[in-house]
């Protein structure tokens, strides 16, 4: 080899070995070329079905009953039972039952943490006529995360288009533990929501998921709590080496198994923040919020922790609650207004409680589908109708943002005028965390959405 | 013409001759070639193992090769929840073995009785774990793992089985 030509060789290897850690897994060099507004993004898909009447038109029993019980059909009836979400005054006991908040006949409101000046109207953008993609629940999460909704989606199926952790994970580069899943069970397929079937994308980019109420509760403590903690240079290591010795002894046989590709070093911290769960859980000391105690509420304060110990670029957290409509309106109403509850303190709780994500945090609220606009024939303890979802009125839906460059007090839309698909959430947070092009540039969004932050003036 | 009854007899033997000769000729001797090799499997041991096991049946056999009993269908629900409830499936596998591991009952050699006779503890494993005997390289190379680093505690060795992914094939 001539001497030129040597050097050449040289001096590229040596630029390739400089450059070659850089190069995300999508193949790009950088990150992005969009500006990152926040380093966070939380997602709540919120809550199981929310009927919009009772929602953001704030119409409680003038709108929930007043159709089938004429009685209550008059304003008197109207309020606002999600303060933390919507500015509007509540409903007037002196007027109406009140019948949504705690107590054996849900009479007493909870006292919320974040309302008026402080709610997340006041200090952020809400969409107030959404339409929804699709009307039911599990097509309505893939629509959030998948900015999509495949007419051949199957409900035992995983997600046919890439997710956001995808899309994140894949573009950003970030590692799993950065992003999150935390559903509120395990029912209705959700744990197959942590990344897609998509052969571009797949587990290698998916989220590390939790359904804390079983990782921590009687299951996870029977099965979970008393691991070995095991060594990880002395125990885990050769552990891993052996392991890997098998697994290339078997690897032209079976398919590779699907692995969210966790280092060694990342499943330990997992383990440990699980262990930290299960102490906490024991004390009574995990994070709650004050004023709810059903599941959705303790979901949130698991995810709350989790964020706190993980600070994720990326956290989606479900709540499906209020999904108890099909036959027990009250109980309805009463998750609803425990939701917002909890949606309000999980955004104080970030505030104020994780120092790293204070301030540099965006907090999307979506629900993934509404619910009928006439009651099916279910009577609960109060003799109010139930809801389905399954109309038209099940696509109208509302979309909350609050933080970093979202403008503060915008109200956007409204009934004679939509703005917006629930699916815009996908793009909404590619354009936050600065991948919105590399996202929208994939081609997997359904016609029409297109990032919230787009339909602002 | 007329054919004497001797020249009859003679005809007769002439054609059975002949016909006997069609079907009676010499044949070839087939040549039987032998090397000396013996017979050996080309296809690797665990060429078989092409259907992914359900988590309940993991479960189940993972339970069975470590108790060598089986698992109530109560506690099969309850682990399949868990399960279901972490997203990365190898680290909730880890963990559950963890947990298995500290429960009493599990039958495990002992790491005296390991070192006393290494292949046979190899062989053992293979049979318990993977349902076949390991190749004479697997053996070979595990040995030598074995030897050279006395963190391989029986223990390990057998989660680093349970956590492979042949094990997760039937």
Redesign the interface.
Known sequence: MKRRDFLKKASLAAAGSIVAPYILPSGRLFAGNNVQAAQHVVLVMFAGGVRHQEAALQGYLQLGQGIKISSLNTAANAGNIMPSLFNGAAPNGSLTPIVYGTGSTGATPISPVISGATSIQSLGTTFKEVRCLTAGHYQGWTSLLQGNSAATQGLKQKPIYPTIFEYVRREMGVP?TKVW?C?NG?GASL?LL?YSEHPNYGAKY???????L??FGA??Q?????????DPT??LN??????S???K????????????M?TAAE?YD??NF?KLMFTKTHNNSVACPPGASNGDARNIGYCAELMSYFKPTLTVVNLSAVDGCHQNYTGYLQSLHQADHSVGWLWNYIQTQIPEMMNNTVMIVAPECGRDLYPNPIKDNNNYFSYDHSDANSLRTFTSIIGGNTPPNVVKGDPSNPIGLNGNVVPTIAEVLGIKSQVTSAGFLAQGVQSFYDLLP | MQISRTGIKKLALIAAFCFGGVFSSCKKQETKYEYGVNNEDIL?A??N??R?KTTDQYVAILYANLFQKALSSNNLF??S??F????????AR???I??L???TGVIIPTVASMNANIEAFINDTYVRFYVRMPTES?KA??KK?IQA?P??TPE??Y???A????Y??Y
């Open positions: 799993a899943f559903g395990i744990p942590n998916g989220a590390n998921f939790f359904a804390p079983i990782t299951q996870g029977a099965w979970y709590e008393d691991a070995k903690a095991y002395t125990e050769p552990m891993y080496a052996m392991k010795f098998l697994d002894n078997f690897s032209n046989i079976g398919k590779p198994l699907p692995d969210l966790n499943k997992i383990h699980m | 690797p665990n060429v193992k092409t992914l309850t682990i929840q868990c279901d409830s972490v997203g990365d499936q190898i680290l880890q963990i559950l963890a947990n591991m500290k429960k697997e190379y595990l793992m680093d963190n391989y390990i060795i989660i680093s089985f956590l492979s992914d042949e997760m094939y």
